[in-house]
């Protein structure tokens, strides 16, 4: 059958009023997808039972689209008599996690909680959107910023670690990003943000003038080259006049700790160690100028490398000289997602609910 005779089959009163039931209580807003006199918009509605519609993202590196062998298999089921409950397991993510969500949406929505199910949508929206754009990679990662977290799934999307994370303060948020890893790097340096630079180095290096030397702290020029900082007249520096940047060494001090894992995003975002491995035994872990700290960079790095790229007791091995940072590309894009959840499920299938820490309100799915 051409497209064209299947959603002519699938739009059918009947039929078409199974699959927007289905899609209901999938946390679908279908009233998007209402039939009217001259059209009925089936295969819009299949594409987003699989594969979601675009989350609140303020930054994505690339948008995937979707197999659309895939819709037509399933259409295809569909118009064969097929349950929309039989039929979508070929098309809906096979994530654990995404089919708990659903078990909670629908049990939310059948006791009238319309608040906490729409929580619930956008969760299970979220990881519609990961089945789509996470097609084909080996694994995945997802931060959930709301819950300062971080998952590391298969293919599958089973869980394969977990981790807790310090994400941005309330004045300093973590944006939310869709992108991919492209390197592991041991011993960065931290270079600066220039906000930060700004805002709080300068004054400190301008206000107490062993500040930088006591931090590991470098002047960069424009030309990429050190400045001797005693040579400054730091009195004649200010926001308005400061033509270089600040660097910190590497090494343990150093802000970013001995790891980095690059995402690509114009927006200085990564994922990196700490020189305060401490906070992580915080709940209160929203604390960063807007960059994700791990609590566990080792695993993630070889997680996401796919093969022991670091050994265990790289973070406690001494490190009294200031190391060359050391690039590791990995060999396959991996999908890394910053998404702001108000709920997820842990690994035993339970609901849990997040704090509205940027006080974003109810979710519009």
């Given amino acids: 059958m051409t497209k064209e005779e299947l959603v002519s089959e699938l739009s059918k009163d009947k039929t078409y009023s199974k699959i927007l039931e289905y899609a209901h209580f999938s946390g679908v807003n279908t009233s998007k997808f209402e039939a009217s006199a001259d059209k009925t918009p089936v295969w819009g ?12 993202i303020r930054h994505t590196e690339k948008k995937l689209g979707v197999d659309s062998s895939l819709l037509r298999a399933v259409a295809e089921d569909l118009v064969k008599g097929q349950s929309p409950e039989k039929a979508m397991e070929k098309l809906e993510p096979v994530f654990p996690v995404y089919r708990n969500l659903k078990i909670h949406y629908a049990r939310l929505i059948k006791s009238e909680k319309k608040d906490s199910a729409a ?9 519609r959107w990961v089945h789509r754009q996470a097609q084909g990679a080996p694994r995945l990662v997802l931060v959930n910023i709301r819950g300062a977290y971080l998952t590391g799934m298969d293919s599958a999307g089973k869980d394969v670690i977990t981790m807790r994370t310090i994400v941005g303060k309330k004045d300093t948020p973590t944006p939310t ?13 931290w270079n600066v943000p220039k906000s930060i630079a700004i805002k709080e180095i300068l004054p400190k290096a301008k206000q107490n003038g062993s500040y ?3 931090n590991k702290i470098e002047v960069i020029d424009k030309k990429g080259e050190v400045v001797d900082p005693s ?5 004649e520096l200010s926001a308005d006049n400061f033509p270089y ?16 894992v690059e995402i690509k995003n114009p927006l200085a975002i990564y994922l990196h160690d700490t020189n305060a491995r401490y906070l992580f035994k915080s709940e209160n872990r929203y604390r960063s100028h807007g960059c994700v ?5 080792t695993d993630l790095a070889n997680f996401m490398a796919g093969s022991e790229l670091l050994k265990s007791d790289f973070l406690t091995e001494p490190d009294t000289v200031s190391t060359p940072p050391k690039w590791h590309k990995l060999q396959k894009r991996i999908p890394v997602f910053l998404f702001y959840l108000g709920a997820d499920c ?3 299938g339970d609901l849990i609910y997040f704090d509205d820490v940027y006080r974003r309100g109810v979710p519009k799915v």
Avoid at 47 to 55: A, F, L, S, T, V
Avoid at 293 to 297: K, L, Q, S
């Fill in 177 to 189: 990003i869709d992108t991919y890893a492209t390197s592991i790097v041991t011993h960065p340096y």
């Fill in 346 to 348: 842990n690994e035993k």
């Fill in 231 to 235: 040579q400054l007249d730091w009195d």
């Fill in 119 to 127: 929580v619930v949508a956008e969760s299970l929206n979220a990881y």
């Fill in 45 to 56: 509605l299949l594409e987003e039972i699989g594969y979601g519609h675009k989350p609140s």
């Fill in 293 to 297: 700290r791990v609590e566990h960079p």
């Fill in 212 to 214: 930088l030397e006591k």
């Fill in 245 to 260: 940047r600040f660097r910190q060494e590497t090494g343990e001090d150093n802000s970013l700790g001995l790891l980095k």
